[in-house]
């Protein structure tokens, strides 16, 4: 649960976010490295994310995962306030001495 006394804000002060929005960015995108137990976490990620940032900016999201992702994984992340739209699916191929390799 999403909560303001944990989960404020970055930082006060800042400019406009939808004047920043309108400003020529870099091409981007948030990647999350989950399994599909972490789904839980995951939701209560996006939603912080969307909530103080990519409300205004409309990131998409990679998901990543050492495993094939669950049905519940796919269809809880892309019910998600603006992730869906962009969002894109990938698995991590293999490992060696700890680096994922795509």
Not at 72 to 89: R, V
């Amino acid at each position: 649960k999403i909560s303001e006394r944990h989960d404020r804000v970055f930082a006060t002060g800042c400019l406009d976010p939808k004047i920043a929005a309108a400003q020529p960015r870099a091409n981007a995108a948030f990647v999350v490295l989950a399994r599909n137990k972490e789904l839980e976490g995951v939701i209560q990620s996006i939603k912080s994310i969307e909530r103080h940032f990519n409300r205004w900016f409309n990131y998409p999201y990679v998901f990543l995962n050492d495993g094939d992702f669950e049905q519940s994984f796919k269809a809880s992340s892309a019910s998600k306030p603006d992730a869906s739209a962009n969002e894109q699916n990938a698995e991590v191929e293999g490992k060696t001495g700890g680096d994922a390799k795509l």
